[in-house]
């Protein structure tokens, strides 16, 4: 099997650029419901408002750190684009399928050695 690389590159690089903005977006609405946390004279607002806004930053956060982990694993896939390792399984070297990487191009190994990484 023969990966196109040119085509895995240029969807790698649409979902990274989607991943960006998502981050941006998740970043504007936090920097947004920090400003709204105090009521227009200054005082916080009422208790159950102020719970509801925590909770509202923390699965906002959570979205930044899992949108931040996916950048990085498409950027590690664009750099084994560049090596000429990319489509090749990081545990026995044996090609990924393409429906697994048409489906998770940043996969780095193939379906049968990530089901024995998940069996544990």
Do not use: F
């Not at 895995?8 to 960006?20: D, K």
């Not at 408002?49 to 982990?69: C, F, K, V």
């Amino acid at each position: 099997m023969s990966v196109d690389t040119n085509a895995a590159r240029e969807r790698l690089q649409a979902e990274r650029a989607r991943v960006v903005a998502e981050m941006q977006s998740l970043r504007d609405d936090l920097s947004h419901s920090i400003e709204d946390l105090a009521d227009e004279d200054g005082n916080d607002s009422h208790l159950a408002d102020s719970a509801t806004e925590t909770l509202d930053r923390e699965i906002e956060q959570s979205l930044e750190d899992n949108a931040e982990h996916l950048l990085g694993r498409i950027d590690a896939a664009l750099g084994r684009i560049d090596e000429g390792t990319y489509g090749r399984c990081e545990r026995c070297g044996e090609a990924i399928g393409e429906e697994r990487l048409e489906a998770l191009p940043y996969a780095t190994r193939c379906i049968e050695c990530k089901r024995l990484e998940e069996r544990g």
